[in-house]
């Protein structure tokens, strides 16, 4: 804690008061804080309830983005997930079900980070809640879409008239990577990219088969030639 301690040190020095072991006292309070959180670690690994992983560990990676806090990097590798946060960067640990841990090396120690996924109606990760602030609820970074497969040629393919018997969708193109739908005659809405060819639709997904069908919650509609 030689940070914390130094002001103290220049103080007196600056008031001409006598010296006060602050370096022992700081790092008595460190010391027993370290304590601390071994205690609770081994309590909570105790408490940790022998539930399996819910998904391929593949699913949770991408980009997780919070407005003010800005962004949550989680990646895979031969050893499993990885996390990054700023200058915060480790692997991501397995409890159960959907809670990790992000494990950071800081003096020495191994700090865990809880780590909740969680999921939208359709069952895909949508967000990771992480606590970074003693005082706050965690905070939830929401999940960024995958772009780069959106090429000109696959929204092109994608785009055109698709129909279920007298119902009538148009797919068309705007900007680089955006698609929008228009139901019925109805006004243009944006597409959220989900996955792959999955886009998303006031909650609702609507999924661009290999064989030019548009399978929706209402049905599958085929494209016209």
């Given at each position: 804690?030689?940070?914390?301690?130094?002001?103290?040190?220049?103080f007196d020095e600056l008031l001409g008061l006598e010296p006060r072991s602050h370096g022992e006292d700081h790092f008595g309070q460190?010391?027993?804080?370290?304590?601390?959180?071994?205690?609770?670690?081994?309590?909570?690994?105790?408490?940790?309830?022998?539930?399996?992983?819910?998904?391929?560990?593949?699913?949770?990676?991408?980009?997780?983005?919070?407005?003010?806090?800005?962004?949550?990097?989680?990646?895979?590798?031969?050893?499993?997930?990885?996390?990054?946060?700023?200058?915060?960067?480790?692997?991501?640990?397995?409890?159960?079900?959907?809670?990790?841990?992000?494990?950071?090396?800081?003096?020495?120690?191994?700090?865990?980070?809880?780590?909740?996924?969680?999921?939208?109606?359709?069952?895909?990760?949508?967000?990771?809640?992480?606590?970074?602030?003693?005082?706050?609820?965690?905070?939830?970074?929401?999940?960024?879409?995958?772009?780069?497969?959106?090429?000109?040629?696959?929204?092109?393919?994608?785009?055109?008239?698709?129909?279920?018997?007298?119902?009538?969708?148009?797919?068309?193109?705007?900007?680089?990577?955006?698609?929008?739908?228009?139901?019925?005659?109805?006004?243009?809405?944006?597409?959220?990219?989900?996955?792959?060819?999955?886009?998303?639709l006031d909650g609702a997904q609507l999924e661009f088969t290999d064989d030019d069908r548009l399978v929706t919650p209402f049905g599958?509609?085929?494209?016209?030639?």
């Amino acid at each position: 804690p030689l940070r914390d301690v130094l002001p103290y040190v220049v103080f007196d020095e600056l008031l001409g008061l006598e010296p006060r072991s602050h370096g022992e006292d700081h790092f008595g309070q460190w010391d027993a804080l370290r304590k601390g959180m071994k205690q609770a670690k081994a309590a909570k690994e105790q408490r940790n309830k022998p539930l399996a992983a819910v998904r391929p560990l593949e699913d949770y990676v991408g980009a997780y983005r919070h407005a003010g806090y800005g962004e949550v990097r989680v990646t895979q590798g031969d050893e499993g997930l990885r996390g990054s946060y700023g200058f915060l960067e480790g692997p991501i640990r397995h409890r159960h079900l959907e809670v990790f841990e992000l494990l950071v090396s800081a003096g020495g120690d191994e700090n865990p980070f809880p780590v909740h996924f969680t999921h939208d109606l359709e069952a895909e990760v949508d967000a990771v809640e992480i606590p970074l602030e003693g005082q706050l609820p965690p905070l939830r970074f929401v999940r960024q879409p995958d772009t780069a497969h959106l090429t000109d040629q696959l929204l092109d393919r994608l785009a055109g008239t698709y129909t279920l018997d007298a119902l009538e969708l148009v797919v068309s193109r705007r900007g680089d990577k955006e698609l929008l739908v228009a139901v019925a005659g109805g006004p243009a809405r944006e597409l959220a990219p989900v996955k792959g060819t999955t886009f998303g639709l006031d909650g609702a997904q609507l999924e661009f088969t290999d064989d030019d069908r548009l399978v929706t919650p209402f049905g599958e509609f085929r494209k016209k030639d």
